[in-house]
Nanobody
Framework: QVQLVESGGGLVQAGGSLRLSCAAS????????MGWFRQAPGKEREFVAA????????TYADSVKGRFTISRDNAKNTVYLQMNSLKPEDAAVYYC????????????????WGQGTQVTVSS
């Protein structure tokens, strides 16, 4: 059974930092495009960041560019999201996701999803 398990969420003050982790089990994702998404209450889920399989190419939503960094450790089958300079509008449930492909659009369709981790940012 394929599982993506997020961790690292929590409560942080505005301006603070958090590092989210996503550990994969059941299969390896070291050849897959991996991404992070988020969903705030009453809003649709939105794209945050994604990385190609090797970590050499990444893309970010404009709202997080320059503040968030996606990285991955393929030996550990884990992807990370470093979030700095957090703002109250960053508060959401953050989801890790994986595409079933190594190549293609980093913002394409994701087939595998984690359960999410809550990030709360106090002002």
């Amino acid at each position: 059974q394929v599982q993506l398990v997020e961790s690292g969420g929590g409560l942080v003050q505005a301006g603070g930092s958090l590092r989210l982790s996503c550990a994969a089990s059941g299969r390896t994702f070291n050849r897959n495009i991996m991404g992070w998404f988020r969903q705030a209450p009453g809003k649709e889920r939105e794209f945050v960041a994604a990385s190609n399989w090797s970590g050499t190419i990444s893309t970010y939503a404009d709202s997080v560019k320059g503040r968030f960094t996606i990285s991955r450790d393929n030996a550990k089958n884990t992807v990370y999201l470093q979030m700095n300079s957090l703002k109250p509008e960053d508060a959401a449930v953050y989801y890790c996701a994986a595409r079933s492909t190594s190549y293609g659009n980093l913002r394409g369709t994701y087939e595998y999803w984690g359960q999410g981790t809550q990030v709360t940012v106090s002002s």
